[in-house]
């Protein structure tokens, strides 16, 4: 197998030893292993010597596996590298909540036996897809998002207006310190910590969820994922913030934002005895009480 290895730019303790594992794994099972070209520069001496390892920067169709090594942050910016190439990507969790990298690091050669038997299923995940007008070169190239896409405030304390058209239909003007467009893959993040919805991966839905809303009466709504939403912002400054995911643009408020749903999927691996509903327990501690 043709196995890609991503990890962010920076090493610690618990993400050392889950490489260390996760290579002597794939060396042993005689996959062709390529670390991305900057993960591979925060590794031990060993690891970057060794000569059967190889580098990449991009990534084509010819790759079986993306393997992650971090927490959901780790897998966001991976999907960059993935575009609409239909490569698998294998989350292994050394961070903190881990809805997608849900590997730990002492099941890596368990869970990646099973894999490499073929023992798993893939959950599809839906993108959004933003374009602007006037165009921003900035997200030309990379204008999609697993998680969500969220308009904020920039260099004010004051709110902003986000004036919302649904399929060119006017829906209302948050007055709000921002407002989330959220797939079912981030209602589980930023959108979930602004009161949004828990949405399961396999609805054909979005989540519009306010940041901080004035009106006391805005709440998060739930909207169709074939829906066209454009976004006007008005506000104190002459710039808002527009994040796709954990990439963050500025943009003039003469800017209009439409999103849409991306003409192509992100393929998850997970392992057969794993669920969604049973990553929201565990994650999110449902049914934990004292009592019980």
């Not at 739930?222 to 954990?246: A, C, H, K, W, Y």
């Not at 969604?276 to 009480?289: A, N, P, V």
């Amino acid at each position: 197998m043709k196995i890609a290895v991503y990890g962010q730019n920076y090493i610690k303790g618990t993400t050392q030893k889950a490489v260390e594992k996760l290579l002597n794994f794939l060396l042993e099972k005689e996959a062709n292993v390529f670390f991305e070209q900057e993960f591979i520069k925060t590794q031990n001496t060993a690891i970057q010597n060794n000569s059967a390892v190889r580098v990449f920067d991009k990534l084509n169709d010819t790759f079986d596996l993306l393997i992650s090594v971090g927490g959901d942050g780790t897998i966001l910016r991976a999907i960059t590298y993935v575009r609409d190439l239909g490569i698998p990507i294998v989350g292994i969790n050394t961070g903190r909540l881990g809805f997608l990298a849900t590997i730990q690091t002492d099941e890596i050669e368990s869970a990646l036996s099973e894999i490499f038997k073929g023992d798993y299923k893939i959950s599809k995940r839906s993108l959004l897809s933003v374009s602007t007008e006037p165009k921003n070169k900035d997200i030309i190239e990379t204008h999609f998002a697993l998680n969500e896409i969220a308009l904020s405030r920039k260099n004010t304390t004051s709110m902003i207006t986000v004036e919302t058209h649904l399929n060119d239909e006017y829906l209302t003007s948050y007055w709000a310190d921002g407002l989330i467009l959220s797939t079912p893959t981030g209602s589980t993040g930023y959108s979930l910590s602004c009161g949004g919805p828990v949405i399961t991966p396999d609805a054909n839905n979005f989540a519009l969820t306010p940041i901080a809303p004035h009106n006391l009466s805005a709440r998060p709504l739930i909207i169709p994922d074939n829906t066209i939403v454009t976004f006007r912002v008005n506000g104190r400054e002459d710039q808002f913030l527009m994040s796709l995911d954990s990439r963050i643009v500025t943009l003039p408020n003469t800017t209009t934002v439409t999103v849409k749903k991306a003409d192509f999927a992100i393929k998850m691996v997970e392992l057969l005895d794993e669920t969604f509903l049973d990553t929201l327990r565990k994650k999110l501690l449902w049914g934990e009480d004292r009592r019980n």
